[in-house]
T-cell receptor
Framework: GAVVSQHPSRVICKSGTSVKIECRSLDFQATTMFWYRQFPKQSLMLMATSNEGSKATYEQGVEKDKFLINHASLTLSTLTVTSAHPEDSSFYIC?????????????FGPGTRLTVT | GQNIDQPTEMTATEGAIVQINCTYQ??????LFWYQQHAGEAPTFLSYNVLDGLEEKGRFSSFLSRSKGYSYLLLKELQMKDSASYLC??????????WGAGTKLIIKP
């Protein structure tokens, strides 16, 4: 199998606070994990790629100091949205690949719906 | 630049066949993926093509023509549960997925 979990599934926070989202590969070791953001009726937008034990690679336009990514182990990556604003409200999805070669199928977590009030 | 084009929305009848087209332009090419995404849920993998031709997997088939930068997803014997968005994504030379905006498929009884 290849199951990826995310926690929490939904979170509501106040503007200015920080929120941490966890992404776990439950039955495999994920060398590479990806973090996406998806706004309603839009495609997935890759935010960053993270490899275990190294710094994440952020896509152009994504603020690395605002979206902190930590890939502490082969089964866990976390995304922390710092000083959240209402415009950060979105559906955040992580995915993971099984092998070192990134040309593998990405297994997606169920997503986290973030609402910033 | 890199670009993926697919229709925004399609409608089909239960039991029928529908073909969802996708054209892509990427810097290098390492394969074409199709994912299904139900509203409010994460995408689930349907198919991966890296060589030209048709790959059949049950009711779903996917076709690729690398020379034309073209792929399609063919869904047969449509069921109501097939109502979803279908995302086309091409992998570029850096193994990064370039995503289309998705095609919303509406199935009518």
């Amino acid at each position: 199998g290849a199951v990826v979990s995310q926690h929490p599934s939904r979170v509501i926070c106040k503007s200015g606070t920080s929120v941490k989202i966890e992404c776990r590969s439950l039955d495999f070791q994920a060398t590479t994990m990806f973090w996406y953001r998806q706004f309603p009726k839009q495609s997935l937008m890759l935010m960053a790629t993270s490899n275990e034990g190294s710094k994440a690679t952020y896509e152009q336009g994504v603020e690395k100091d605002k979206f902190l990514i930590n890939h502490a182990s082969l089964t866990l990556s976390t995304l922390t949205v710092t000083s959240a604003h209402p415009e950060d409200s979105s559906f955040y999805i992580c995915s993971a690949t099984k092998g070192e070669d990134q040309a593998y199928e990405q297994y997606f977590g169920p997503g986290t719906r973030l609402t910033v009030t | 630049g890199q670009n993926i084009d697919q229709p925004t929305e399609m409608t089909a009848t239960e039991g029928a066949i529908v073909q969802i087209n996708c054209t892509y332009q990427t810097s290098g090419f390492n394969g074409l993926f199709w994912y299904q995404q139900h509203a409010g849920e994460a995408p689930t993998f349907l198919s991966y093509n890296v060589l030209d031709g048709l790959e059949e997997k049950g009711r779903f088939s996917s076709f690729l023509s690398r020379s034309k930068g073209y792929s399609y997803l063919l869904l047969k014997e449509l069921q109501m549960k097939d109502s979803a968005s279908y995302l086309c994504a091409a992998m570029d030379s850096n193994y990064q997925l370039i995503w289309g905006a998705g095609t919303k498929l509406i199935i009518k009884p």
